[in-house]
């Protein structure tokens, strides 16, 4: 048989899905997608509203198995080595019925077939924290909600999410070496011109082993990409609940440091220095109810998180520009390297600083 016979047309089975959650008369409007390999539109039934994903199972590598060791992770690729979601829909599905359950606004599912990888989920509106600040909406009011549902998700200490086909995992030192690597593997070609050499490698390696060693064991559900573009401003609701949430399927169990650093080292717009110092204060302030919240260590894991987290984000855009042929993100480098000199200023990233100083001269 030829291969269409085994595998049924996307359209399809999106139209099938639709009728069979009762969607099948709605009108669809395509919205504009991110960097991944999914897909939205706007769904209106009659003046029900909703969000269509189209999540294709086959479009990404394989998701990371539970059980999988490090080696075995690097045979399967980047998104087993980083953890990322891939093609599993459940990981969405599970994520939000935890956020919401901790109380934020996450989309209500309402209805899923992760097998197709499609999902209508609610339609939390348009009011992106990257639209809504420069249309007028009060800046200060709409960070500190979101550091305000931070806290929540922290203090509901919900144990990591897990149903039939997914479970969450942690943000272990694999997954931020694979992040970290895609310095070598596309920014270094990206400015010079070639490949890094293995002494090179094997130097960066290095220089970054004694840093992650620093950070305690995962503790607490980070959403990972959580920053003006991932966050919806719902002004009818109360409190850090006005901070929608989408985009966190590739959750993991990590460093609450680490979704502060996505919010205010932002890759795409800036966050103001008394802005951001005012929001790690208020973060500070609210988390040290908590009994096992130190200041000062949560600050050194902010300058490592920044930093490793920057370094990821270079290598993306780069790949992004020579990969994927989308030379627009080439306009982000200045902010992202800005962030990162700021970073590696932390005594403690002494030694990257000094491989970045060593191999790129001025830039850092």
């Known amino acids: 048989m030829k291969q269409q016979d085994f595998a049924r047309p996307r359209a399809e089975e999106r139209h099938d899905f639709l009728a069979r959650a009762g969607f099948a008369a709605a009108i669809a409007t395509p919205m504009t997608g991110d960097a991944s390999t999914r897909s939205y539109e706007r769904l209106n039934l009659h003046g029900r509203k909703a969000i269509l994903m189209n999540a294709p199972p086959a479009a990404e590598g394989a ?4 059980e999988a060791t490090p080696e075995e992770r690097r045979r399967l ?10 093609p599993n829909l459940n990981a969405f599905i599970a994520i939000a019925d935890a956020a919401r359950a901790a109380g934020l606004s996450a989309p209500g599912i309402i209805a899923a077939d992760p097998a197709t990888g499609f999902a209508i989920i609610e339609d939390l509106g348009d009011d992106l924290y990257a639209r809504a600040v420069p249309a007028g909406a009060p800046e200060g009011e709409l960070y500190g909600a979101a550091i305000d549902a931070l806290i929540a998700l922290r203090a509901a200490s919900a144990p990591a999410p897990k149903c039939a086909g997914y479970e969450m995992l942690t943000y272990d030192a694999t997954a931020m070496e694979a992040e970290v690597m895609l310095v070598p593997d596309w920014y270094w070609p990206h400015l ?10 094997a130097e960066y390696r290095a220089a970054w082993a004694p840093v992650l060693a620093l950070l305690p064991a995962p503790s607490t559900i980070v959403l990972r990409d959580y920053h003006a573009e991932n966050l919806l401003w719902l002004p009818d609701r109360e409190g850090f609940r006005r901070a929608g949430i989408i985009d966190f399927q590739d959750g993991l169990v990590g460093n609450p440091a680490y979704d502060l650093v996505s919010l205010l080292e932002d890759a795409r717009r800036d966050v103001a220095g008394d802005l ?3 929001m790690i204060g208020r973060y500070a302030a609210r988390a040290a109810s908590f009994g096992d919240f130190d200041e000062e260590s949560f600050r ?37 390297e800005a ?3 700021r970073d590696l200023a932390h005594p403690d990233l002494a030694p990257v600083a000094a491989f970045f100083r060593r191999h790129f001269g001025d830039r850092f």
């Not at 894991?301 to 042929?325: P, S």
């Open 63 to 66: 998701a990371c198995p539970p």
């Open 276 to 278: 951001a110092a005012a």
């Open 300 to 336: 050194r894991d902010y300058a490592i998180l920044g930093a490793q987290r920057n370094a990821k984000i270079l290598g993306v855009f780069a790949r992004l520009i020579n990969r994927d042929r989308k030379p627009r993100y080439a306009e982000f480098f200045p902010r992202v």
């Open 339 to 341: 962030h990162f000199r």
């Open 77 to 86: 690729g980047y998104n087993a080595m980083a953890r990322l979601a891939g």
């Open 192 to 201: 010079k011109g070639a490949p890094a050499g293995d002494d090179a490698r």
